[in-house]
T-cell receptor
Framework: AQSVTQPDIHITVSEGASLELRCNYS??????LFWYVQSPGQGLQLLLKYFSGDTLVQGIKGFEAEFKRSQSSFNLRKPSVHWSDADEYFCAVGSNFGNEKLTFGTGTRLTIIP | NAGVTQTPKFRVLKTGQSMTLLCAQDMNHEYMYWYRQDPGMGLRLIHYSVGEGTTAKGEVPDGYNVSRLKKQNFLLGLESAAPSQTSVYFC?????????????FGPGTRLTVT
C-alpha cells in the first residue's frame, strides 16, 4: 500500500530565509506526487505535481520540489519565504494503476517570523 | 465560477442525530470525493463517485452514506452521528479519475458531535 511521511509537524523560519519541507513516500512503482497548501478555514490548493520526466518541478507561488527516487523523497523548497507562506502543507502520493486515489501525509505547519 | 462549495460551514450535532452535508461543483467534473481531516492526520477518503448515480467506498466509509443523484451534487449523510465523527469534512472534484487531473477542494464543513 502507498504511504506518505512528513517527518516535521511544525517548522519555523524567518521571513526571507530558504525553506525545505520534507516528504518521503512508499510505493512500489513510479508514483504520482503532489504538494498541497491549506490556509486556515480553507480547502486544499494544489502547489505542484510530479508525474514523470524532469525530476525538478516548478509550482505556483515560487515553490519547487525535487523527486529523488533513490531516497523516496519529494521535498518542497522555496528560496525565500514570505509572511503569506505561513500555512499548512500536505504531501500526497497517488498511483496510476487501478486505485487512482490520493494518500495524504499528516501535514507540516509553517510559521514565519519577522 | 464558484468551483466547489459546501453546505453548511459549521454544524453541531448530538449523538444519534442525523444530518446531510451537501457538496456542489460547477465545473462539470465527473469525479467527486468526500474526505475527513482530523488533527495530526492527513485527509482520509470516505466515499467517492465516478459519475452521476454511482458511488464507491473509500478508506473510512463506516457510519457514512453518500448519494450522487445529479452530476453537480454529492451528498454525505450521517444516519446516527457519533463523537468519533467530529471532524472537518472536505469535498473535492476532478475531471476524471486520472491523477493527471487536479482535485479541486471545497472550503470544508466543521462538524462537532457531542
Amino acid at each position: 500500500a502507498q504511504s506518505v511521511t512528513q517527518p516535521d509537524i511544525h517548522i519555523t523560519v524567518s521571513e526571507g530565509a530558504s525553506l525545505e519541507l520534507r516528504c518521503n513516500y512508499s510505493y512500489g512503482a513510479t508514483p504520482y506526487l503532489f504538494w498541497y497548501v491549506q490556509s486556515p478555514g480553507q480547502g486544499l490548493q494544489l502547489l505542484l505535481k510530479y508525474f514523470s520526466g524532469d525530476t525538478l518541478v516548478q509550482g505556483i507561488k515560487g515553490f519547487e520540489a525535487e523527486f529523488k527516487r533513490s531516497q523516496s523523497s519529494f521535498n518542497l523548497r522555496k528560496p525565500s519565504v514570505h509572511w503569506s507562506d505561513a500555512d499548512e502543507y500536505f504531501c500526497a502520493v497517488g498511483s496510476n494503476f487501478g486505485n487512482e486515489k490520493l494518500t495524504f501525509g499528516t501535514g507540516t505547519r509553517l510559521t514565519i517570523i519577522p | 465560477n464558484a468551483g466547489v462549495t459546501q453546505t453548511p460551514k459549521f454544524r453541531v450535532l448530538k449523538t444519534g442525530q442525523s444530518m446531510t452535508l451537501l457538496c456542489a461543483q460547477d465545473m462539470n467534473h465527473e469525479y467527486m470525493y468526500w474526505y475527513r481531516q482530523d488533527p495530526g492526520m492527513g485527509l482520509r477518503l470516505i466515499h467517492y463517485s465516478v459519475g452521476e448515480g454511482t458511488t464507491a467506498k473509500g478508506e473510512v466509509p463506516d457510519g457514512y452514506n453518500v448519494s450522487r443523484l445529479k452530476k453537480q451534487n454529492f451528498l454525505l449523510g450521517l444516519e446516527s452521528a457519533a463523537p468519533s465523527q467530529t471532524s472537518v469534512y472536505f469535498c473535492a472534484s476532478s475531471k476524471t479519475s486520472s491523477l493527471l487531473y487536479e482535485q479541486y477542494f471545497g472550503p470544508g464543513t466543521r462538524l462537532t458531535v457531542t
